[in-house]
């Protein structure tokens, strides 16, 4: 079965959104992909999924308009992914959604039909969020790589990445820029 590696963003108190669910500490929603090698498809829970395709189609689409989203003009990166995302495959896991506009993006309904997809890929699967999904792979035994940007901020309250005790494997750590550091866990039992 090929790697599936979860990218996330958190601040150095393993938040990930703040109390009032803002992430103005985020600049870049796409950071996450420059962590990873090439991957076959992209991973989204169904909670997180339609306002990530609003996002990056606007991103694509309508750039003045993503530039009034953002208050600022998008990252050359930032129209990288979109692009890269509007050619790769999405799984969205969800038990809920009944269709998604993305045009790669397909609907699985339990983990099985995911983990089908996986032994049939070349590449590693980007696992990009929510958090509710990563514990899930994690409980499953699916989930290979967790890779989090880590933010200089603190936010003392807010929503946790893990709502439980977690213990990871193997770590690796590389400085980034603007004070973020990149963490690599191996999840236990998974190599």
Known sequence: ???????????????????????????????????????????????????????WTTILDDPAAAAELLGRDPYPREIAYARLAAETPHLVVSRTLTETRWPTARIVRDLGELSAFAAQAGNPIYVVGGPGLVASLIDAGLLDELRLIVHPVALGDGRALFEQRREFGDVSAAPLTAGRLSLTYRIDGRG
């Open 1 to 55: 079965m090929t790697t599936l590696i979860a990218a996330m963003q958190v601040t150095l108190d393993g938040r990930i959104l703040g109390p009032d669910g803002e992430v103005d500490w985020v600049d870049s929603w796409a950071d996450g992909l420059e962590l990873l090698p090439p991957v076959d498809a992209f991973v989204l829970g169904g909670g997180m999924f339609p306002e990530y395709e609003r996002f």
